[in-house]
C-alpha cells in the first residue's frame, strides 16, 4: 500500500493525511462491533484523520470513535463539532435498532424504510444557540465521548455569521485552545454560507469545512485552513448518469481526459483525485463501508499519474457548466 502524503493540520501542530474519514454512517444500519471494523480498515488502508460529530450515529458515533481512538490516538487526528445536538430518544432508539439489524439482514430490502423510520424517531434536540454556555458543555461531552483529552479541530457545525453574535463563545474557543482541549477551531457549513463567515466572522475561520466536487468553482484564495467533503456522492452519480445516456459526450470527453469516463471506477476515482489536486493543501473526506473501496481510494491519492486527466476532467466540465450558465440551462439538466 503506497504512504499517502501528508498535510499539517492547520494550527494544530499535527500532521495528517490528505484523506480524511467521513464518520456519518457509523452506527446507522451498523452496530458497534461493525462500525469500529470500518475505522479500523480506514486506518489500516492509510487513512488517519476522522471526521465525527455528536449528531452522527443517531448520537452514538462519536463513542464508538472514542473506542477507536483508544488505540491509535497518538497516531491519528481527529474532528467532531457543536452545533447540532445528538438526538432524542437516544434510549429508544438503541432499542429499536437492536430489533431491526437481524431484520435488515434478514430481509435487506426493507433496509431504507427501516432506516428512514429511524430517523423520525431520531429527531435532533433544539438547534445549538451558539453561546458560550451551551459550546462549553458540548466540548466537555465530547471529550468524553471521544475518550481523549485533546480534540484536534472542533467545527462550529452548520452556524452562519449571525450565528456568532456572542463574544463569550469566542472567548471561550480561544481558552479551549490554550488550555489544550482543541487544536484549532474553526466552521463546518455549506459552501454558499462560507463566503459571509469569511468576510464577517474570519476570528472564527481558521479552518472552514464545505462540500466540494468537480461540480463546483475553484475555491477563491483564502487564509483558512480547508476541509472537504461530497467529492462523489451525489455528484458522482449525476455526472456518470449524464455521461452514459449521452454517448457521444462521453466518447469525446474520453479521448480527451485519456480514460474511460462511463466506468464508474475511472470516473469516481478522477473525480477523487480532481479534489485532491486542485485543492493541494486540504483534506479531503470520504465515507466508504468497503474496506476495498478505501484501499483503492488511498492508491488513488498516491498515484501521480492520474494528475493530468483529473485536471482534465475537472477543465471539460468547468467549460460545461460556463457554457450552460451563459446559456440559462442548468449545470446538470
Avoid at 426493507?110 to 458540548?138: D, H, I, V, Y
Avoid at 459571509?196 to 468553482?217: H, K, N, T
Wanted: glycine fraction near 8%; aromatic fraction near 6%; include cysteine.
Amino acid at each position: 500500500m503506497p504512504a499517502m502524503v501528508k498535510i499539517e493540520l492547520g494550527t494544530t501542530g499535527r500532521t495528517t493525511t490528505r484523506l480524511g474519514y467521513g464518520c456519518s454512517s457509523l452506527m446507522g444500519a451498523m452496530g458497534r462491533k461493525e462500525s469500529i471494523a470500518m475505522l479500523e480498515a480506514a486506518f489500516d488502508a492509510g487513512v488517519h484523520h476522522f471526521d465525527v460529530a455528536p449528531m452522527y450515529g443517531f448520537g452514538q458515533a462519536e463513542s464508538c470513535v472514542g473506542e477507536f481512538l483508544g488505540r491509535h490516538r497518538a497516531e491519528v487526528t481527529v474532528t467532531t463539532k457543536y452545533g447540532i445536538p445528538p438526538p432524542k430518544n437516544q434510549g429508544l432508539i438503541g432499542l429499536a435498532r437492536s430489533v431491526v439489524r437481524p431484520v435488515v439482514k434478514a430481509l435487506p430490502g426493507l433496509k431504507r424504510g427501516l432506516l428512514n423510520a429511524a430517523g423520525k424517531m431520531a429527531q435532533p434536540a433544539e438547534k445549538a444557540s451558539f453561546t458560550a454556555a451551551q459550546a462549553r458543555e458540548s466540548l466537555e461531552r465530547s471529550l468524553v465521548e471521544l475518550k481523549t483529552d485533546r480534540i484536534d479541530v472542533w467545527l462550529l457545525h452548520e452556524a452562519t455569521a449571525d450565528d456568532l453574535r456572542d463574544d463569550g463563545l469566542l472567548r471561550l474557543l480561544a481558552d479551549a485552545v490554550a488550555a489544550g482541549k482543541i487544536g484549532a477551531f474553526g466552521v463546518g457549513s455549506e459552501r454558499r454560507r462560507i463566503e459571509a463567515l469569511v468576510a464577517e466572522r474570519p476570528e472564527y475561520c481558521g479552518i472552514v469545512q464545505f462540500e466540494w466536487s468537480v461540480m463546483d468553482q475553484p475555491v477563491p484564495a483564502m487564509k483558512s485552513f480547508r476541509i472537504h467533503h461530497r467529492a462523489l456522492t451525489e455528484n458522482f452519480r449525476g455526472l456518470h448518469a449524464r455521461l452514459v445516456k449521452e454517448k457521444a459526450r462521453c466518447a469525446r470527453w474520453s479521448a480527451l481526459v485519456g480514460a474511460d469516463l462511463a466506468d464508474r471506477d475511472v470516473l469516481a476515482s478522477l473525480m477523487l483525485k480532481a479534489s485532491l489536486v486542485e485543492n493541494p493543501e486540504s483534506v479531503i473526506l470520504f465515507s466508504s463501508k468497503q474496506p476495498e473501496h478505501m484501499r483503492h481510494n488511498v492508491e488513488v491519492a498516491a498515484d501521480a499519474g492520474l494528475e493530468a486527466p483529473a485536471r482534465r476532467l475537472y477543465a471539460l466540465v468547468e467549460s460545461e457548466i460556463a457554457a450552460r450558465s451563459e446559456a440559462g440551462v442548468g449545470a446538470t439538466g
